[in-house]
DNA sequence: GCGACAG
DNA sequence: ATCTTGTCGC
């Protein structure tokens, strides 16, 4: 029995699937202009109609310095209290940003999943390491992207005529389904449609505290 | 030593 | 990230 107890935290954690999927939640981050005040925002999905279930926000002070390599210390403060103030449990996360595609191995989605225990995967914008071919122009098309040989995330085209995306894992979930998911989350737009509902809400939320004092 | 550098 | 004007295109 204790030594159940003592070996449980042990244990693998078990990744997910896209089957497993029916809430996808996105976080993202707003700041104020002069740095002073974070907004992190959490927007759950129906994986599948794409409705929003579920969505909740905190703000505070900014404690940590914009860093390359070092964003969850900045960021993840504020996405944890989002997180804890929402009334349903996410079965992945989608985070504005890398996972395992980092210098270390471990940016901000992979620290938001082991913190929280829950799958995550990175979507990120612009390129950070890594080497890479420029993917086909048509949505799905990807390419490999790698460090020192080894395969770190995907270089994914989620719509024509846009640049493409970086996909990379994060916790409990592999390449390729968080691959998977990042084209179920888009469809009209470049970026997942989680990331960009909980942009917008991090941004309303940030202008209602800087309005109201 | 110099440049690059998620958000 | 944020600042910042107009502009090209669906």
Redesign the pocket.
């Known amino acids: 029995m204790a030594e159940q107890e003592r070996l449980r935290p042990l244990v693998l954690p078990q990744g997910i699937t896209a089957r497993d999927v029916h809430l996808v939640a996105g976080v993202?981050?707003?700041?104020?202009?002069d740095?002073s005040i974070v907004a992190g925002a959490v927007v759950v999905l129906d994986a599948h109609t794409r409705h929003i279930v579920d969505s909740a926000s905190a703000s505070r002070p900014v404690d940590f310095p914009?860093?390359?390599?070092?964003?969850?210390f900045?960021?993840l403060p504020a996405l944890l209290d989002a997180l804890a103030a929402l009334h349903t449990r996410p079965d992945a996360v989608a985070c504005?940003?890398?996972?395992t595609a980092?210098p270390r191995r471990f940016?901000?989605?992979c620290h938001l999943g082991v913190v929280t225990d829950l799958p995550t995967f990175?979507v990120?914008?612009?390129?950070?390491?890594g080497e890479y071919e420029q993917p086909g122009p048509q949505r799905g098309d990807r390419s490999q992207l790698t460090d020192h040989g080894e395969t770190i995330g995907h270089v994914l085209r989620t719509r024509p005529g846009t640049r493409p995306v970086?996909v990379s894992t994060g916790h409990r979930i592999d390449l390729d389904t968080a691959t998977q998911l990042t084209l179920a989350l888009t469809a009209d737009h470049r970026l997942p449609e989680t990331t960009r509902h909980a942009?917008r809400l991090?941004?309303q939320v940030?202008a209602d505290r800087l309005g109201h004092g």
Do not use: C, N
């Not at 990120?124 to 390491?129: D, E, V, Y």
């Open positions: 993202d981050v707003a700041y104020a202009k740095e914009y860093v390359p390599g070092l964003l969850a900045r960021e504005d940003g890398y996972g980092h940016g901000l989605a990175g990120a914008k612009t390129a950070f390491i970086f942009d991090s941004r940030l």
